[in-house]
């Protein structure tokens, strides 16, 4: 697998989801068939944007213990509903 699918895994795993992954792969493809191509985000990587649809189906339910999302300035403004979770932000070093 790639490094983005083991990532997405790993969140349906922390979510207890394994079992719905084709609902997954089914709720993923009909939000971005249904969304014009100029619609969907680029400023966000593509697993933040599949996380998004993944919240706001309410597939997957946020907090997730002990796993920390790359949450951006840019996924707070295009889904605020990460606004409620800004404690499960990856504090980089500088």
Known sequence: ??????NLYGILVRAGKVDKV?????????KINSTPSKQIPRSISLLQYFLAILVEAEIIILP????????????????????????????YDL
């Open 22 to 30: 084709q609902e997954v792969i089914k709720c993923i493809t009909k």
């Open 1 to 6: 697998m790639t490094r983005f699918c083991d």
């Open 64 to 91: 997730l213990d002990n796993y920390y999302f790359h949450i951006t300035s840019e996924l707070l403004t295009l889904y605020p509903i990460f606004q409620n979770n800004v404690d499960l932000i990856f504090e």
